[in-house]
């Protein structure tokens, strides 16, 4: 089992910047796909960002490249989004998620930003941007 707890949420306004954490703990040795999701009332869950841990490879959706960074620290087994310029249309609740099992460069290419894909998920941290 792995535990992924989410911090790092808040308000701030468009143009600013935030950085959401993602703390891993537990069995995560297998757990070498991680990503970002977010949510809001009405709309499916959308992936926003994605990372090969066992690389580095990084992965973005459309709506954020140029504006999100997802990076990692192996050494406190953390994930982290970086959030420059937000827009209001990013406010979001934004979810940590993480492979099941160990993953090819490849499978988490291809697997990275399906909700369904996951294995464990975290609780959530709201994003709220204003204008």
């Known amino acids: 089992q792995v535990q992924l707890v989410e911090s790092g949420g808040g308000s701030v306004q468009a143009g600013g910047s935030l950085r959401l954490s993602c703390v891993a703990s537990g069995d995560t040795a297998n757990s070498n796909c991680m990503g970002w999701f977010r949510h809001t009332p009405g709309k499916e869950r959308e992936a926003v960002a994605g990372?090969?841990?066992?690389?580095?490879?990084?992965y973005y959706a459309d709506s954020v490249k140029g504006r999100f960074t997802i990076s990692q620290d192996n050494a406190k087994n953390t994930v982290y989004l970086q959030m420059n310029s937000p827009k209001p249309e990013d406010t979001a609740v934004y979810y940590c998620?993480?492979?099941?099992?160990?993953?090819?460069?490849?499978?988490?290419?291809?697997?990275?930003?399906?909700?369904?894909?996951?294995?464990?998920w975290g609780q959530g941290t709201q994003v709220t941007v204003s204008s």
């Open positions: 998620a993480a492979s099941a099992r160990s993953l090819s460069a490849l499978g988490c290419r291809m697997g990275w930003s399906r909700a369904g894909a996951q294995g464990y």
């Open positions: 990372i090969y841990t066992a690389g580095g490879t990084q």
